[in-house]
């Protein structure tokens, strides 16, 4: 896996935020997921740089992004508010806004904190819903656990359902990009955005008020966040689309980088063309 594409800091809501920030054209803006960072959307930026503005943060206490001293709680409010900072410091109004995962669920918050910036949405292998109590209390030991041990066995545990076993053999390089994003990332930061997202409020009642056009991507795979869960997600927003990718998990933009960059390449080429660009 090659380099990221050129990377920017700069101080947003009193934070060192590092971000991608590439091409030309509507912007996108896209949330990564936890335990990564902003090259985990590397084939996406790269595949989409030659017709849109491409904005890839790192948030707080995820790769080269600060966490504030002391930290030891993220809520996903303070993650969304991030990004929407960001967008405001690029002099970027509106845009479209994909999350995957935990990236997809701070989307969510985004559209609640500022629905009027977002032209379309893109949730990939996430959910609306609140944790079952005992999936809640193991963010908080996760959390404990991580500032204790680090980040290496628990990336070795969870390799093989953030993309499917399969492709951790057939797919070496993949597997080596998803267990580096994991095994750098700062253990504080991860243990801080485990407590918030545990926290979280529910995004279900959200998804009727979402009327932007919006695709829901899943991975055929994905254990994290099955077909039964995303269905649920397409169910609730009406304008929504939904497409499964086969041979996938939890990762299909790089397990199927390919058919992903094309289902939203084509997504993309509908919004624009029944909207004015987004700038």
Known sequence: MSGPAKGFVRTINGVELAYTDVGEGPSILLVHGHPFNRTMWQPQVEFLRAQYRVVAPELRGYGESRLPGGCRETRLETFASDCVALMDALHIRTFVLGGLSMGGQIALEIFRQASHRVVALLLADTFAGL???????????????????????????????????????????????????????????????????????????????????????????????????????????????LAIIENAGHMPNLERAAEFNLLFEQFLSKVFAHAGHAS
């Open 131 to 241: 944790d079952p109590p005992e999936v809640r209390q193991s963010r908080f030991t996760t959390a404990d656990r991580l500032e204790q041990e680090g980040m290496g066995v628990y990336s070795r545990e969870v390799l093989t359902k953030m993309i499917t076993p399969a492709n951790v053999e057939q797919m070496p390089a993949v597997a080596a990009h998803v267990m580096e994003m994991m095994t750098t990332t700062s253990p504080a930061g991860a243990a801080a955005a485990l407590r918030g997202r545990a926290q979280r409020v529910d995004y279900e009642p959200l998804l009727h008020e979402i009327t932007v056009p919006t695709l829901v991507v899943v991975g055929r795979d994905d254990v994290y966040t099955p077909v039964s869960v995303a269905r649920r997600l397409h169910e609730g927003i009406s304008s929504s689309a």
